[in-house]
């Protein structure tokens, strides 16, 4: 079993930045790549982006490219989701998922199967 734990979220202007973290526990021989996802109010739960262990590979959704960067610390089983020029659609729930996903799933929550209770973000204008 693997245990995914948020944090970061927090109620922030357009235009600034913040950085969630994604901390796992258990047997995190369980995972080769981490996901971020968000859900806002009544809105399916989207991909925002993700990261393979194994050859380093990144993916974001069009809507954050260019403005979110998806690291990791590996001696603190730490994922990171740096957002920047945040956006009021940002505002959202945001999750950090762990599984093994394939090519085809690695922006889909399917490919995942562990999940954190997620962090709010809040962006004003």
């Known amino acids: 079993q693997v245990q995914l734990v948020e944090s970061g979220g927090g109620p922030v202007q357009a235009g600034d930045s913040l950085r969630l973290s994604c901390v796992a526990s258990?047997?995190?021989?369980?995972?080769?790549?981490v996901g971020w996802f968000r859900q806002a109010s009544e809105n399916e739960r989207e991909f925002v982006g993700s990261?393979?262990?194994?050859?380093?590979?990144?993916y974001y959704a069009d809507s954050v490219k260019g403005r979110f960067t998806i690291s990791r610390d590996n001696a603190k089983n730490t994922v990171y989701l740096q957002m920047n020029s945040l956006k009021p659609e940002d505002t959202a729930v945001y999750y950090c998922?762990?599984?093994?996903?394939?090519?085809?799933?690695?922006?889909?929550?399917?490919?995942?199967?562990?999940w954190g209770q997620g962090t709010p973000v809040t962006v004003s204008s």
């Open positions: 998922a762990a599984g093994r996903p394939i090519l085809s799933t690695i922006r889909q929550k399917r490919g995942f199967t562990y």
């Open positions: 990261i393979r262990f194994t050859g380093g590979g990144s």
């Open positions: 258990g047997d995190t021989s369980n995972y080769n790549a």
